[in-house]
C-alpha cells in the first residue's frame, strides 16, 4: 500500500508518519507539504509545494497511491469564516480533486473533529466549515472517503502540537488526562491510536464513511 499524507509536520500528521513507517503494509508514504520534515527512511518520501491551492507542478508525483491521509488544518483561533475556509476547505479540496482524477482507486481519509456539523448551517463557525468539507468531500467518486472525528488526543512518543495555544494547554490538562479517561472515556483518544486507525481504514477501508471516537478506539486498539 502506497499512502500520500498532508500535514505531517502537525501533530495529527506526525502520529499518522509513526504509525504508517512502522506498519509493513505501508509500502511507501509521500509527505506532501511546504516544508521539509528534516527525517529520513527509507519508505518516505517528500514532495515540496509552493501553494496548497495548485497542484499542476507536481501532478506526476501525486499518481500510483492507494490512500490519502488528509491530517493538514489550522485552530480556529483568531480567524474569520473566509479565512479559516481558504485553510479548511479550499487547501482539501484543492488536492482532493486532483487525487481523485490521478488515483481513481484511491481511498480518501480527512482528520475532522467532533461536533462537525453536517448540516453545514449551524451557528459555530468552525463546525460548519468543517461540515462543508466533509460533505464536498463525500461528494468525490474516491473508492471510498471516511471523514475522522477525534475529539481529545493524547500526544505520544514526543510528538507535539505546532500551535503554541494547543502546546500550553496540552501542557496544562496532562495531569487530568487519567480523570479524563475516567469521566469521558468515550472522549479521550491517543495519538497512537489514532495514527493505527488511519493505517487500518486505508488499507481495510471501513463500512462507516464518519468515524467518531469510539470507532476510532476501536480500530486503533
Not at 28 to 47: K, T
Not at 73 to 80: A, K, T
Not at 166 to 186: K, N, S, W
Request: hydrophobic share 45%; with cysteine; glycine share 8%.
Amino acid at each position: 500500500m502506497k499512502i500520500i499524507l498532508f500535514g505531517a509536520n502537525g501533530m495529527v500528521g506526525q502520529a499518522a508518519l509513526r504509525e504508517c513507517l512502522a506498519d509493513p503494509r505501508v509500502e511507501q508514504v509521500l509527505a506532501v507539504g511546504r516544508s521539509p520534515l528534516g527525517q529520513r527512511h527509507p519508505r518516505l518520501r517528500e514532495c515540496l509545494v509552493a501553494s496548497f491551492l495548485d497542484f499542476t507542478p507536481v501532478a506526476a508525483e501525486l499518481a500510483g497511491y492507494d490512500a490519502c491521509l488528509f491530517c493538514l488544518g489550522v485552530s480556529s483561533l483568531g480567524l474569520d469564516e473566509p479565512s479559516y475556509q481558504r485553510i479548511t476547505y479550499d487547501y482539501t479540496l484543492a488536492a482532493a480533486q486532483v487525487l481523485v482524477r490521478l488515483n481513481p482507486g484511491l481511498r480518501f481519509l480527512y482528520v475532522s473533529g467532533v461536533g462537525t456539523d453536517s448540516s453545514a448551517s449551524g451557528r459555530i463557525m468552525w463546525a460548519r466549515v468543517k461540515g462543508r468539507t466533509e460533505n464536498a468531500l463525500l461528494a468525490l467518486p474516491f473508492r471510498s472517503a471516511h471523514m475522522l472525528r477525534p475529539a481529545f488526543i493524547q500526544p505520544r512518543h514526543g510528538i507535539r502540537s505546532r500551535t503554541r495555544v494547543y502546546r500550553i494547554l496540552y501542557t496544562l490538562l496532562r495531569p487530568l488526562v487519567p480523570l479524563f479517561r475516567r469521566l469521558a472515556p468515550g472522549m479521550v483518544l491517543d495519538s497512537d491510536q489514532l495514527g493505527r486507525a488511519m493505517v487500518q481504514v486505508a488499507a481495510e477501508g471501513h463500512p462507516k464513511a464518519i468515524l467518531e471516537v469510539a470507532d476510532l478506539q476501536a480500530l486503533g486498539g
